[in-house]
């Protein structure tokens, strides 16, 4: 009879489960930020184009034009910087209107084909060629920069602490100690706890939603990430909140293949040129722009930061 | 070699979790392929029933949903247990199906007038299942036994998924910080190919002595 039991458990937690995904996705077209705006169209379109000068033959970026198509690695689930529109299929999000804004620099047209990569082999991805830029929050470090070559810093976030609302004792990662702390899996918040709150036990999930779940369960007291991640988690969901401002700087940088300085420069140029045509600030406005208070921040200074 | 080396303690406290895993994983899966295997070959239709509702259940689905159902869905219907023993729990339900199947295919092996026999000197059905059948049919399915217990093992790999630092995810926590996958995976892999191959050797020794002679 313990076996019946279980078994109806199960089936009760797979109806659990579908309810809670059909939940989250009809509340999903309402409730994510900056889905509603779909203006990624207008600001694409006046986005520079190349001239036939600057895509040098036998260049990556002449191979990329003759393809037709830009292969960007990037996330499909991470709100705000590179989701996947359920009802449309599009990718939306400052990471995915900036692949495109580079395809429509190169070819003309806003073509591009994410690749879903993850922390563990966007270096492998690029140094295979399989994909040929990765946009995807992609934090320059020096020991990366031995292994890909990053243009940029593009954008600068930094991680904060998350809590479940009415949580006490919590407002900077030295308050941590001792207690259980949930962090994504493969985010560059695991070794910063480690470092600013060392006796913090730490558990790691693999994406944001799980991570937020997982607060909400309390299995820990508070969540790190990236800033612009938890103003959009706290801005879905009432039951958690954002305490003090963030406590690191991570610059972000577009991973390249390492060693090809001529498409380094390219994208570095680029770059520079939709900063200061206020592409970049529309792409961010679409974006992060819709939870973050506040006009476009500055864009950091290219190559300001070890690594790029 | 160095990512490896300037990281021993947190490798040795991700495979000591593994390791820990597997052995309570493995006991409870025992445990329940046991029963089911005695539902499944007994009397009772109900049970019998039951039985292989059970395995068919657990079979076909992936244990990663099920760790993710148990680990996120069973809060939600106020059961809250610390995720390493949610993990444990799921691994010995999920595992517990093969066993019962490898158990069940031993029982088959064992001739029927064994069973008979049996009955005949008046046992009941419970006392000829251990006296008589489930010690021969244990003798026969060492092997495979071994075998689920290497893809125990391995399966308990997928616990890094739902917030257990097993050696998996003490991998993944060193390569962030390295950012040198090949050689931390590789060890990561030769740690778990150094348990599985402990467990062959055991599995060889057992099958050979507990062999019944025919």
């Known amino acids: 009879m313990v076996s019946m039991k279980r078994v109806a458990a199960v089936a009760a937690m797979s109806v659990l489960g579908l309810s809670a995904c059909s939940g989250t996705d009809s509340a999903g077209s309402s409730a994510v930020p900056g889905a509603a705006s779909g203006g990624g169209g207008d600001v694409l379109a006046s986005a520079p184009v190349a001239t036939a000068a600057d895509i040098l033959p036998g260049s990556t970026m002449e191979k990329i034009k003759k393809r037709g198509e830009l292969i960007v690695g990037g996330s499909l689930d991470a709100p705000l910087l590179s989701q996947q529109n359920p009802a449309t299929g599009e990718v939306e999000g400052f990471d995915a209107d900036l692949g495109k804004a580079l395809a429509t620099y190169i070819i003309g047209k806003p073509k591009v084909k994410i690749v879903n990569s993850a922390s563990e082999t966007r270096e492998a991805l690029l140094s295979n060629g399989t994909v040929d830029v990765v946009f995807q929050t992609y934090t320059i470090t020096p020991e990366r920069a031995k292994q890909v070559a990053f243009a940029g810093p593009y954008y600068s976030s930094g991680l904060t602490i998350a809590v479940k609302k009415g949580t006490t004792g919590i407002s900077s990662p030295q308050d941590l100690n001792g207690k259980t702390v949930i962090a994504g899996a493969n985010t560059p918040a695991i070794p910063e706890i480690q470092k600013l709150a060392p006796q913090a036990k730490i558990i790691t999930f693999g994406g944001d939603p799980e991570c937020v779940q997982a607060l909400k369960q309390d299995r820990g ?55 200061s045509q206020g592409v970049w600030q529309k792409i961010w406005q679409n974006s992060l722009g819709t939870v973050v208070q506040g006009a476009a921040p500055t864009p950091p200074a290219i190559g300001s930061v070890p690594g790029s | 070699m160095s990512p490896i080396l300037d990281h021993l303690p947190e490798f040795w406290q991700g495979l000591l979790v593994t390791l820990e895993l597997t052995a309570a994983s493995f006991a409870g899966a025992v445990v329940v392929g046991l029963a089911i295997t005695a539902m499944r070959v007994g009397p009772v239709p109900v049970l019998r029933a039951i039985g292989t509702g059970y395995v068919e259940t657990f079979q076909n689905l992936p244990l990663l949903v099920l760790l993710v159902l148990a680990v996120f869905g069973l809060p939600e219907i106020g059961i809250k247990a610390g995720l390493l ?64 217990f290497i893809a125990l093992t391995m399966n308990t790999s997928l616990v890094a998924a739902v917030g257990v630092v097993d050696l998996t995810a003490a991998a993944n926590r060193v390569n962030l910080v390295e950012a040198q996958p090949i050689p931390i995976f590789v060890g990561a892999g030769l740690a778990y190919a150094a348990v599985a191959a402990v467990a062959g050797l055991v599995t060889g020794r057992l099958e050979r002595r507990l062999a019944v002679a025919r």
Request: glycine share 10%.
């Open chain 1, 221 to 275: 007291v508070a969540y790190v990430q990236d800033e612009t991640l938890l103003v959009a988690d706290a801005k879905k969901d009432p039951s958690i909140q954002v305490v003090g401002s963030p406590f690191t700087t991570d610059p972000y940088g577009i991973g390249l293949p390492h060693g090809d300085d001529q498409f380094k420069k390219f994208v570095n140029d680029w770059l520079t040129k939709i900063q």
């Open chain 2, 85 to 148: 023993a949610t993990s444990m729990v799921v691994i010995a339900l999920y595992e517990g199906a093969y066993i019962a199947e490898a158990l069940r295919s031993g029982v088959n092996a064992i001739a029927k007038g064994q069973g008979e026999a049996a009955r005949a000197l008046g046992l009941t059905f419970g006392q000829s299942l251990r006296h008589v059948v489930l010690p021969q049919a244990l003798r026969t399915v060492v092997q495979p036994i071994g075998n689920i």
